[in-house]
């Protein structure tokens, strides 16, 4: 081969066993987290229960990130990036070990979630760890009073965090209507 030209990386394709493990683990975080939503998604096919399940667990994980009074504001901001920078590379094909991530490509792959919604669902926790006041009355410590300033910042934190969800759920429904997207 010349000095000129590299070969293209090759796409990983998990075995059944790890992605098994990976919608396990997806699975646990939900239902450890968020019994209404694992209760909900039980009446759901058991492909279908699996992607919601990773879907939540990755924002599961970057909610977690977002809410850690115990980390510095930059971190959080570092660490969510470093998140969404590791599910681009699941995404283009790079192996991982994070079974979160695994099963979420798998799902989105599988329910052809197009990625600018799932990168959308991590923007809006992003949005979370914007330079604010400490909550003297926050229900959970060192919260930060995060105020958009106008409406359309309002407007675009709530489309992100649950607009977005319902738009990826569509898709792993089976819902192809063209009247329900933006």
């Known amino acids: 081969m010349s000095a000129g030209v590299q070969q293209a990386p090759l796409q990983f394709s998990a075995t059944s066993s790890q992605l098994a493990v990976a919608y396990s683990v997806c699975r646990s975080i939900t239902r450890s987290a968020a019994k209404n939503f694992y209760y909900a998604f039980l009446v759901l096919p058991r492909a279908k229960r699996e992607a919601l399940y990773a879907v ?40 991982t070990d994070d079974a979160v991530l695994l099963a979420l ?33 926050a229900p959970a410590p060192h919260a930060l009073a995060v105020q958009y300033r106008t409406f359309e910042d309002l407007y675009e934190y709530c ?3 649950a607009s977005i969800v319902g738009l990826v759920c569509i898709r792993v429904f089976g819902y192809h209507d063209p009247a329900a997207e933006p």
């Open 105 to 137: 490509t798998d799902a989105q792959r599988k329910y052809r979630i197009p990625p600018e919604l799932l990168d959308q669902l991590a923007f809006g926790t992003m949005m979370d760890v914007q330079d604010g006041e400490p909550w003297a009355d």
């Open 56 to 95: 939540y667990a990755f924002m599961r994980g970057c909610d977690d990130i977002a809410d850690d009074p115990a980390v510095p504001l930059q971190e959080r901001r570092n660490k969510l990036a470093e998140r969404l920078a590791r599910l681009h590379r699941a995404q283009a094909g790079e192996s």
């Open 159 to 161: 489309y992100r965090v």
